[in-house]
């Protein structure tokens, strides 16, 4: 079993920036990828980011490509979203993933570990 506890959520302003953590623990060595999803109220649960634990290749939805950096502190087990240049259309609950076999990044069903979600909240 791997838990993941997100942090970093909170009410800024359009342009401005936020830093989201997921911090992994448990069988942390059975992590294969790890990902971000976000789901906005009244819409489905979308990809955001994703990370090779092993490689540290990285994949984003083209609505925050070079935006949203994703990152990882392998000593921490620690994943980062970086998160510039917001627009009230960021605004959700960020949701923090983790597989240990290989998938689809950009599928949640791929992922079978959850963290709670994080309210990122973007005023205009």
């Known amino acids: 079993q791997v838990e993941l506890v997100e942090s970093g959520g909170e009410l800024v302003q359009a342009g401005g920036s936020l830093r989201l953590s997921c911090a992994a623990s448990?069988?942390?060595?059975?992590?294969?990828?790890m990902g971000w999803f976000r789901q906005a109220p009244g819409k489905e649960r979308e990809f955001v980011a994703a990370?090779?634990?092993?490689?540290?290749?990285?994949y984003y939805a083209d609505s925050v490509k070079g935006r949203f950096p994703i990152s990882r502190d392998n000593a921490k087990n620690t994943v980062y979203l970086q998160m510039n240049s917001l627009k009230p259309e960021d605004t959700a609950v960020y949701y923090c993933?983790?597989?240990?076999?290989?998938?689809?990044?950009?599928?949640?069903?791929?992922?079978?570990?959850w963290g709670q979600g994080t309210q990122v909240t973007v005023s205009s």
């Open positions: 448990g069988r942390t060595f059975s992590i294969v990828d």
């Open positions: 993933a983790a597989n240990d076999r290989i998938g689809r990044l950009s599928d949640s069903r791929a992922y079978p570990y």
């Open positions: 990370l090779s634990w092993s490689s540290g290749d990285t």
